[in-house]
């Protein structure tokens, strides 16, 4: 079993998670405005991505700029990963390839201290994903504890590049954002990305 594997079902009987769906869990989170060099960039490039409709390009043209446009912005705080393999703990299926992960420190030879999970969502399939993005957190947890850092909360996303749909993860508690955003909602987005890592 892997990252992949998990439904939000399976992720919440394995590790005995209370699932709380919270209406505007980021409502108070201010935005971040997107430096002028991804506006364009989103505006020369989304909606070709989306008409492209698949994931490599969502991921090439939306959600990597928007990412890399974070770390630009607050560089002296994170690091960013894609695709790369966060085995933790295999018997309890926490391992497997991450989308992305925004590690807490400005390491980039390898994770140190992961706060913010990223999942594409399979065919636009939001809720599909929460259960692979859960499991992700999870393993963030476990792996932080073990490492001695002290990273109470970790963020999730599953994303379509056009929907955006946020978790968060303290202790037994995975909270599920009710409230969707979209990629006109880019600043909001940024902003909750850059409250995660703080």
């Known amino acids: 079993m892997a990252y992949s594997d998990f439904t939000l079902e399976k992720v919440q009987k394995a590790f005995d998670l209370t699932i709380s769906e919270d209406l505007d ?7 971040l405005e ?8 989103l505006g020369d490039n989304a909606q070709l991505a989306l008409k492209i409709n698949t994931e490599k390009a969502r991921s ?12 630009k912005q607050i560089a002296s705080k994170i690091s960013l990963f894609s695709g790369v393999e966060f085995n ?15 590690s807490n420190s400005t390491e980039q030879l390898f994770v140190k201290s992961p ?10 399939n939001i809720v599909g994903g929460l259960g692979q993005c859960a499991s992700e957190m999870l393993a963030a947890q476990v792996f932080n504890k073990r490492e001695g850092n002290e990273i109470p909360v970790i963020l999730g996303v599953v994303t379509s590049g056009n929907v955006w749909r946020f978790l968060q993860l303290s202790e037994k508690l995975l909270r599920v954002d009710a409230t969707e955003y979209y990629l006109k909602d880019v600043s909001k987005v940024l902003g909750i990305f850059a409250n995660g890592v703080q």
């Open 25 to 31: 869990l980021f409502a108070n989170i201010p935005q």
């Open 34 to 41: 997107p430096s002028p060099l991804l506006t364009e960039f």
């Open 60 to 71: 090439e043209m939306i959600i990597a700029p928007i990412l890399l446009d974070l770390r």
């Open 88 to 102: 933790v703990d295999a018997e309890q299926g926490l391992n497997g390839i991450c989308d992305y992960i925004i």
């Open 115 to 124: 706060v913010i999970f990223l999942v594409e969502a399979k065919k636009e």
